[in-house]
């Protein structure tokens, strides 16, 4: 038998021929030499270091802020426990009594215990007679009266305190018009 040969076969012969050398040049082209360039080891390292650095100074920030709102909590608890002290030796002071050396005594507690929320921060809230503030009063009435302006504290019935901006206890207050 003789073989004949297939007119196709030649064509299909060069396109795989083709396609070899079209994988050919392909895989050349990912070679390392021409491959984009992986960063160094020495980069790699410096980037691993900068990002650790960056991520311990965060932490230090952070845990100092911490640090600081759970001491500003803290005074601010500290405070608030004694301001039942606080409105009980001021009540104390507007009663009469006969005994000058008790008087005193009381006076003198009283100014210890101003003396000590002083050096804490702590500020009174004015509210007799000033402009009515949500942020810093609580009315709890409200009267007409031309003597006052409008929206203005007529009467405070309770003190209130503030530590900075923080406010410790709102002031119970009687708004006017």
Do not use: W
Not at 29 to 42: D, F, G, I, V, Y
Not at 56 to 78: L, M, P, V
Not at 94 to 110: H, L, Q, R, W
């Amino acid at each position: 038998m003789s073989k004949k040969k297939n007119p196709e076969a030649p064509e299909k012969e060069n396109q795989t021929a083709e396609n070899t050398a079209a994988e050919n040049t392909e895989n050349t082209a990912n070679t390392p030499e021409q491959a984009p360039e992986a960063p160094a080891p020495e980069m790699i390292e410096k980037d691993t270091y900068l990002r650790l650095a960056a991520e311990y100074d965060n932490f230090r920030k952070r845990s100092q802020k911490e640090k600081e709102g759970i001491y500003a909590d803290a005074r601010a608890n500290t405070v608030a426990a004694l301001l039942p002290v606080y409105d009980n030796l001021e009540r104390a002071l507007k009663a009469e009594c006969s005994d000058e050396a008790f008087k005193k005594g009381v006076e003198m507690t009283m100014t210890q215990l101003k003396e000590i929320f002083a050096k804490l921060g702590v500020e009174e809230i004015e509210c007799e007679n000033c402009p009515f503030d949500a942020a810093y009063h609580n009315a709890v009435m409200h009267i007409d009266d031309e003597a006052f302006g409008e929206n203005t504290v007529a009467e405070c019935f309770q003190k209130g305190f503030k530590i900075g901006d923080k406010v410790i206890r709102f002031a119970m207050v009687k708004v006017a018009n």
